[in-house]
Nanobody
Framework: QVQLVESGGGLVQAGGSLRLSCAAS????????MGWFRQAPGKEREFVAA????????KYVDSVKGRFTISRDNAKNTAYLQMNSLKPEDTAVYYC?????????????????WGQGTQDTVSS
């Protein structure tokens, strides 16, 4: 129903910034809650952030509050994750996800569609 493609990952030093983008296919982007998840080596996939359909509501995992900002541009069918003050523990594959139901959740099972992931590496 929707295809997601992440971009913007890379290598950055601790304290630096990265901006991830998630380009979505279709004409119904605004009907999806969008989220970002991450998975570090040997660890389970975890919730990072979510944004409501209209962009007026956001949710973050405690570990990234004040450092990461999720946003979306419905006219461009794109969601973003601005990551500042990066730490080595932020190193992970970051996944964009879409949820067909309108209210926000913070679980992997709550999202219906997933991108391929993009690697973010934070060096010390």
């Amino acid at each position: 129903q929707v295809q997601l493609v992440e971009s913007g990952g890379g290598l950055v030093q601790a304290g630096g910034s990265l901006r991830l983008s998630c380009a979505a296919s279709g004409r119904t982007f605004s009907s999806y809650v969008m989220g970002w998840f991450r998975q570090a080596p040997g660890k389970e996939r975890e919730f990072v952030a979510a944004i409501s359909r209209g962009g007026d509501g956001t949710k973050y995992v405690d570990s990234v509050k004040g450092r990461f900002t999720i946003s979306r541009d419905n006219a461009k069918n794109t969601a973003y994750l601005q990551m500042n003050s990066l730490k080595p523990e932020d190193t992970a594959v970051y996944y964009c996800a879409a949820r067909s139901l309108y209210w926000m959740v913070s679980t992997v099972t709550g999202f219906d569609y997933w991108g391929q992931g993009t690697q973010d590496t934070v060096s010390s």
